[in-house]
């Protein structure tokens, strides 16, 4: 069967067809059969350079040799024991050692899990209820966070099924914004737990935070107590060796990860602060568990994965971020397209929006309909980015100058076609 009979017969299985929700693109998404390296290669034969890349987990591209190799020997010893192992240690002191934040982890088995069991430790922490939270920022499809949400959500206005109970203590407050948020705290500082972060905001696009926004973030929260969660799902491990925190040296005292730590892998992990992170179950009285967490197979991928990533690693990375960035920038000022292109290190999207954006608000003056024919234009000349304008594309070592040069020509063209009366 080609994709388009997959998706129609899927769609009598799955709601909309998928098991999550950006990825049912219209008309109908292509179903892969397999990937290596930079490339994906679908039912209809198609093969794509692929930036999407799993959104984010991917950084050494697909099925990478040492990763598949090492996982393989380990499925064949056992895929999970229910006591632990050596290689979580392991994979900590790896984390430990990057992460500039990071002093006792806790690996989980998704960034959602990651953010919801981060918020109930600031809450158990601090012995508040209120959080904060950034307009547009996702933090994963758990209850307490999906209000003002980024990613699949940016595009509905919340979900049913949450009771207004359960995000009455959510407060949102615009990106990049200091006095909504002085004024906040002013008022309920006493009663806020936590403020959680995308450093970088990765799920409306790319956002990065304007200069000393991070620093005024952590000198408030100090101030009245509250614990500053990173979430680096994205951005850990991408952004830098040390992720956001590291690339802009701001130091949280709690970040959740996932993605990459997890080497392709489903996985998750939160950390922090030794103090705070000892009031975890079994050790303290703020529940968390989870019968795959540390399961030898994730953990042995994200060994195999975060031990290829030294700091000449992401120097080649960011040289291949900054040519093709550059590289669309010359598009953009030769024909003097009305976007903004955005990007650091390995991270790259272009706003179809006429002013630079700095927060949800911004990002939502963007043409959808100009994007979505970016994105058609580039998918039918083999250039996979996701398709929402709302999302991050992403650059893993595996993808060659060659792709990146194709991938650059394919840019030009597809700009032209959004623009094209
Ligand atoms: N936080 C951020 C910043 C994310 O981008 C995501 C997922 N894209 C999550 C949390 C949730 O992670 P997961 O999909 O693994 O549950």
Request: with cysteine.
């Amino acid at each position: 069967m080609n994709s388009e009979e997959l998706f129609n017969e899927s769609k009598n299985y799955f709601p909309g067809g998928v098991n999550s929700p950006v990825r049912a693109f219209k008309p109908y998404p292509f179903f892969v059969k397999n990937a290596g390296g930079s490339k994906l290669t679908d039912e209809d034969g198609k093969s794509y350079i692929d930036y999407c890349l799993a959104y984010g987990p991917l950084i050494l591209g697909h099925a990478n040799p040492k990763v598949v190799r090492e996982v393989s020997n380990q499925l064949t010893i056992g895929t999970a024991y229910g006591t632990p192992t050596e290689n979580e240690i392991t994979l900590a002191k790896e984390v430990i050692d990057r992460i500039p934040s990071a002093e006792m982890v806790r690996f989980c088995n998704s960034g959602t899990e990651a953010t919801m069991s981060a918020i109930r430790l600031a809450r158990g922490f601090t012995g508040r209820d209120k959080i904060v939270k950034f307009e547009g920022a996702y933090h994963g499809a758990h209850d307490y966070v999906l209000v003002k949400g980024g990613s699949g959500a940016a595009t509905l206005p919340d979900s049913a099924g949450i009771p207004v109970d359960t995000t009455k203590n959510t407060l949102s407050v615009p990106f990049n914004d200091e006095e909504i948020l002085t004024d906040l705290i002013e008022r309920e500082g006493d009663n806020i737990a936590c403020i959680i972060m995308e450093v970088v905001m990765g799920n409306v696009g790319c956002i990065e935070p304007k200069p000393g926004f991070l620093e005024f973030v952590r000198k408030i929260t100090e101030e009245n107590n509250i614990v500053l969660i990173f979430d680096e799902v994205i951005t850990g491990f991408r952004a830098s060796r040390g992720g956001a925190q590291e690339y802009y040296g701001v130091t949280p005292d709690l970040t959740t990860l996932g993605k990459i730590v997890g080497g392709g892998l489903p996985m998750g992990a939160f950390c922090g602060k030794k103090e705070i992170m000892e009031l975890i179950a079994p050790n303290g009285p703020v529940y968390q568990a989870g019968t795959f967490s540390g399961n030898p197979i994730s953990v042995q991928a994200g060994i195999s994965t975060l031990t290829q990533l030294n700091n000449a690693f992401y120097k080649e990375l960011e040289r291949k971020g900054n040519f093709l960035r550059g590289n669309i920038q010359s598009i953009i000022d030769d024909e003097e397209y009305n976007v903004q292109p955005v990007g650091f290190s390995s991270m790259f999207q272009i706003y179809f929006n006429p002013a630079p954006v700095y927060n949800y608000a911004d990002a939502q003056e963007s043409d959808r309909k100009k994007f979505l024919r970016y994105f058609k234009s580039l998918l039918k000349q083999g250039v996979f980015i996701p398709p929402s304008q709302f999302e991050c594309n992403f650059i893993s070592n595996a993808h060659s100058m060659e792709d990146l040069q194709k991938t650059s020509d394919a840019i030009e063209i597809s700009l032209h076609e959004a623009f094209k009366k």
